[in-house]
T-cell receptor, first 115, second 110 residues
Framework: GAVVSQHPSRVICKSGTSVKIECRSLDFQATTMFWYRQFPKQSLMLMATSNEGSKATYEQGVEKDKFLINHASLTLSTLTVTSAHPEDSSFYIC???????????FGQGTRLTVV | SQQGEEDPQALSIQEGENATMNCSYKTSINNLQWYRQNSGRGLVHLILIRSNEREKHSGRLRVTLDTSKKSSSLLITASRAADTASYFCDKFFGNEKLTFGTGTRLTIIP
């Protein structure tokens, strides 16, 4: 099946710094990418949807200035957590969808710890 | 969003038994997918069933879809300890967003 690579798998950063998470589709062109966040023992929460070449659509309650999403190419989307705080510590997962298809494929996830 | 519900929220069974979990949704779907998530890991796609299909098999997995009842079930036969995970169903409605319910947390007791 299609492969989506998410990097890094784990990151620890200091409070106040920014962290960039990459999501790459390795063997298909991802016209749409989704970013999720998962708190411990809770379900995935959709944060935003990004379409290649356009601004991301954020879900209600998600700060777009804090969680910057860039989808500049058909194979790469990035999520930047700006001025990270300990409460941003979470598991972040991306998924990618090839235009015209109905299956989305997930990255391996990134565990962010802000200290 | 078109979040559905998985049922039960938690399930504990003995190793070797079968596990059945269900998923309900509210509107029409194009397809429905089941995923597994081990603690702290990314989602693993298990099986996809399209709206014109009623049943699909993959190894020890069997998925059924009843569009009249707007529900799907995932059956894991001859469960193993490695099947311990959370299972989510995802209902994709064409261009709408992918969203998940809280999932079913399955625990296989050795």
């Amino acid at each position: 099946g299609a492969v989506v690579s998410q990097h890094p798998s784990r990151v620890i950063c200091k409070s106040g710094t920014s962290v960039k998470i990459e999501c790459r589709s390795l063997d298909f062109q991802a016209t749409t990418m989704f970013w999720y966040r998962q708190f411990p023992k809770q379900s995935l929460m959709l944060m935003a949807t990004s379409n290649e070449g356009s601004k991301a659509t954020y879900e209600q309650g998600v700060e777009k200035d804090k969680f910057l999403i860039n989808h500049a190419s058909l194979t790469l989307s990035t999520l930047t957590v700006t001025s990270a705080h300990p409460e941003d510590s979470s598991f972040y997962i991306c998924s990618a969808l090839e235009g015209g298809n109905t299956e989305a494929f997930f990255g391996q996830g990134t565990r962010l710890t802000v200290v | 969003s078109q979040q559905g519900e998985e049922d039960p929220q938690a399930l504990s069974i003995q190793e070797g038994e079968n596990a059945t979990m269900n998923c309900s949704y509210k509107t029409s779907i194009n397809n429905l997918q089941w995923y597994r998530q081990n603690s702290g890991r990314g989602l693993v796609h298990l099986i996809l069933i399209r709206s014109n299909e009623r049943e699909k098999h993959s190894g020890r997995l069997r998925v059924t879809l009843d569009t009249s009842k707007k529900s799907s079930s995932l059956l894991i036969t001859a469960s193993r300890a490695a099947d311990t995970a959370s299972y989510f169903c995802d209902k994709f409605f064409g261009n709408e967003k992918l969203t998940f319910g809280t999932g079913t947390r399955l625990t296989i007791i050795p």
